[in-house]
């Protein structure tokens, strides 16, 4: 799966010029808590988060009255207290990518671009989305976790007898063990009952971690 198939298109921008208290505005009225900011040629040049605009915006202890500071905010402008220095992403690339981005600079979004120009936007959310969706959550089955040895026909096994007993597979997942040789996977499949799926899994010699019907 790419990022053209769970970013957000054309998702909302600020400019330069745009002011903190109305780009407060457009995150409350969107629910979203970053804007990409764009320059007079619609090209991208930082990204402001409410985190950004609640570091400017005066504390509840001020003796500011609500003039005052809507005067004060109004004169603060996205380009002076965005994030100037964007990681972006191609929506031509592919998701685990994004999501190694986002892990290993701690960020929430990645601006997606074309020739600077922003087409889209992928965030936390977009990505906790397809987990969801990849590991089957809103369909109900019996959910097996169990450890495998890594080597090539083992799953294979595994899916042919789910098959021959009339189970329909949901969803797999699979990632490294701590143990060596090994592999940690998770299956979900409907029409099957729990002592089929255990029975299956004993008889493919897998290290079963949990099973449950979910």
């Keep these: 799966m790419i990022i053209r198939d769970v970013m957000t298109k054309n998702p909302v921008c600020v400019t330069e010029s745009t002011s903190v208290t109305e780009a407060k505005q457009i995150m409350n009225s969107k629910k979203i808590n970053k804007l990409p900011v764009l320059n007079s040629s619609k090209k991208l040049v930082g990204i402001i988060t409410k985190n950004d605009i609640a570091k400017v915006s005066p504390s509840e202890a001020t003796t500011l009255d609500m003039y005052e500071i809507s005067s004060l905010l109004a004169k603060l402008t996205c380009g002076k207290f965005m994030t100037k220095k964007v990681i972006t992403i191609s929506e031509s690339e592919i998701v685990e990518e994004a999501a190694r981005i986002m892990a290993d600079k701690n960020i929430g979004c990645l601006p997606v671009v074309n020739d600077d120009v922003v087409v889209g936007i992928v965030t936390e959310s977009d990505l906790f989305e397809l987990f969801v969706q990849m ?24 899916f042919s007898a789910i098959a021959d007993k009339k189970g329909n597979i949901i969803s797999v997942v699979t990632r490294e063990s701590k143990i060596e040789g090994k592999r940690r996977v998770t299956v979900k499949a409907s029409d099957i009952s729990v002592d089929e799926m255990k029975e299956i899994l004993q008889n493919a010699e897998a290290d079963i971690i949990d099973i449950r019907m979910v």
Aim: glycine share 12%; no cysteine; net charge positive.
């Design 135 to 158: 590991f089957g959550a809103r369909e109900s089955g019996v959910r097996a976790n169990f450890q495998q040895v890594d080597k090539p026909g083992q799953l294979s096994k595994i």
